[in-house]
């Protein structure tokens, strides 16, 4: 099934409700939405002579255009590439490159590093720029017709890593992979009606777009900021003009919400599920958002590979019932989603009982093709029919996941395992820590040595011997970070994850 027979559906049933809207101004209702995506799929073959499989980039910040040219994509039967909009123009133009994307859509700002591509990628033939009259042609082609004709395995989205490691890969996400995410989001995370929003704050390139498609299928309206980003002013403002909101953020974003001076005017009857994940939530983090807002929060675990769909906490399992437990299950990333399977392997990928730490592997219809063009890390990475997540974690006897870290992010020290979050969920408890993020710094005699890099609240000044006394007082002394670095701000990617890479970096080349 075509992904874009969810929007020529809704277009048919529900074609006057607010379908794209940018702030508090609708752009497109549903018959709209429709017209503009039949119209750019059909402009993209008449005008580009695009065919069915061809992929067309994506290089765009947060705009109301991006829906009407993602469904546009696939209503063509094209592969959509979406780009991370933060990254460099070399790191972008290599991503094009590698998928050999025919047409890439940009917006403004990103226009003057990307524009000259073609005379530099051998497959791409034009860069266009929305906000132009040449889209907005496009949107309004005459030639439109009805969605392509896609086999369900048939790519529909290139999913390309952050390549913290080396360069990016190209996860394959297939039709019927998205309308299992889909249809995952309707049975683990929250039903969705057509008087109902998406505010897209976080990078639509990421989780925010993957989650329009659900809004999409039940006619809901996809609000874009008319920042196009994350202030939480405009969040509180924008919930009081749309009900019915629910939103992608990233855990830092919680957590800049709940400390900011206009939280007490949200209009909470308006606010309908805030999804988290990309990263870790805190317990203490998670108590105070919901102190401010209540149960609105549900967490997912998910990856580019896996789609937002391998493990999930729903908004009842963040309410205390009162039975033992609850912090340890506000602490881990809830369930197995209803149709994969999740377990923990050890380095010959046998499983491993509840309790013991290892690598957390996924099977089932939500799980990528492969990486485009790279049959080694295919191979390594789905090895006997298996994601293997490169995620650390455990099980406990109730089926909570709790993750620990990236595997990378494991520190060895004198032969222990040391998993960063544990620390890092100790030193949160601090009054005057705002921000942690522990690693593994080089030591001659043991390997690695625990440091944790701190950042305080807001007129706060820390005490590294408070910090040390706190965690004698809560883990094992080989646990304890040997060193303290307090700094203003932790290094952190778009999606609001903290870059431990960047961070080992600093701090090797300051030694």
């Given at each position: 099934m075509n992904l874009a027979?969810?929007?020529?559906?809704?277009?048919?049933?529900?074609?006057?409700?607010?379908?794209?809207?940018?702030?508090?101004?609708?752009?497109?209702?549903?018959?709209?939405?429709?017209?503009?995506?039949?119209?750019?799929?059909?402009?993209?073959?008449?005008?580009?002579?695009?065919?069915?499989?061809?992929?067309?980039?994506?290089?765009?910040?947060?705009?109301?255009?991006?829906?009407?040219?993602?469904?546009?994509?696939?209503?063509?039967?094209?592969?959509?590439?979406?780009?991370?909009?933060?990254?460099?123009?070399?790191?972008?133009?290599?991503?094009?490159?590698?998928?050999?994307?025919?047409?890439?859509?940009?917006?403004?700002?990103?226009?003057?590093?990307?524009?000259?591509?073609?005379?530099?990628?051998?497959?791409?033939?034009?860069?266009?720029?929305?906000?132009?009259?040449?889209?907005?042609?496009?949107?309004?082609?005459?030639?439109?017709?009805?969605?392509?004709?896609?086999?369900?395995?048939?790519?529909?989205?290139?999913?390309?890593?952050?390549?913290?490691?080396?360069?990016?890969?190209?996860?394959?996400?297939?039709?019927?992979?998205?309308?299992?995410?889909?249809?995952?989001?309707?049975?683990?995370?929250?039903?969705?009606?057509?008087?109902?929003c998406i505010l897209h704050c976080a990078p639509m390139s990421h989780g925010s777009g993957l989650y329009g498609l659900p809004h999409v299928a039940k006619a809901a309206n996809q609000v874009v900021p008319a920042s196009g980003g994350f202030d939480p002013g405009e969040w509180i403002d924008l919930v009081g003009r749309w009900p019915g909101a629910s939103c992608f953020f990233a855990p830092t974003m919680v957590n800049r919400l709940v400390a900011h001076e206009g939280i007490g005017r949200v209009r909470i009857d308006h606010v309908k599920t805030i999804v988290y994940g990309g990263g870790p939530m805190y317990v203490a983090d998670m108590k105070a958002a919901l102190a401010r807002l209540g149960p609105c929060f549900a967490q997912i675990y998910g990856q580019g590979e896996a789609p937002m769909t391998i493990t999930g906490l729903p908004k009842w399992l963040h309410v205390d019932d009162g039975r033992t437990g609850f912090d340890a299950r506000l602490g881990s990333v809830g369930l197995a989603r209803t149709d994969v399977e999740v377990r923990i392997v050890g380095p010959d990928d046998r499983p491993l009982p509840p309790g013991e730490a290892g690598e957390v592997a996924v099977r089932g219809p939500i799980v990528m093709s492969g990486y485009w063009r790279n049959e080694a890390a295919t191979a390594d990475a789905l090895r006997g029919g298996w994601l293997h997540t490169g995620d650390v974690g455990r099980f406990d006897d109730q089926g909570y996941l709790t993750l620990l870290d990236r595997s990378k992010d494991l520190i060895i020290s004198g032969g222990s395992n040391i998993y960063p979050r544990e620390v890092e969920e100790v030193l949160l408890t601090h009054p005057d820590v705002a921000e942690v993020s522990v690693i593994g710094r080089p030591h001659a005699d043991w390997g690695e040595e625990v440091v944790a890099v701190v950042v305080p609240r807001t007129g706060a000044r820390l005490d590294p011997r408070s910090l040390d006394a706190l965690c004698l007082e809560r883990i094992a002394r080989f646990k304890r970070p040997k060193d303290y670095l307090v700094v203003d701000a932790l290094p952190k990617n778009n999606y609001g994850k903290v870059l431990k890479t960047e961070l080992r970096r600093q701090l090797n080349g300051a030694d």
């Open positions: 027979l969810l929007l020529a559906r809704a277009a048919a049933s529900f074609g006057d409700r607010p379908a794209v809207s940018e702030g508090v101004d609708v752009r497109l209702d549903y018959a709209g939405f429709a017209r503009a995506a039949a119209g750019f799929a059909a402009g993209l073959a008449d005008d580009y002579g695009l065919r069915p499989g061809d992929r067309v980039a994506l290089a765009m910040s947060n705009s109301w255009e991006f829906m009407p040219c993602l469904l546009g994509c696939w209503w063509g039967g094209f592969a959509a590439v979406p780009v991370n909009a933060k990254l460099h123009p070399r790191e972008i133009a290599w991503i094009l490159g590698n998928a050999g994307a025919r047409v890439c859509v940009v917006t403004p700002d990103l226009a003057d590093g990307l524009i000259d591509l073609p005379a530099t990628i051998a497959t791409l033939d034009r860069v266009l720029v929305t906000e132009t009259p040449e889209i907005a042609a496009l949107f309004c082609h005459a030639g439109a017709a009805a969605p392509a004709a896609v086999a369900s395995g048939d790519l529909a989205w290139l999913f390309y890593t952050s390549g913290t490691t080396g360069r990016p890969k190209g996860a394959m996400l297939s039709h019927a992979t998205l309308l299992n995410m889909v249809m995952n989001y309707f049975g683990d995370v929250d039903a969705v009606s057509p008087g109902d």
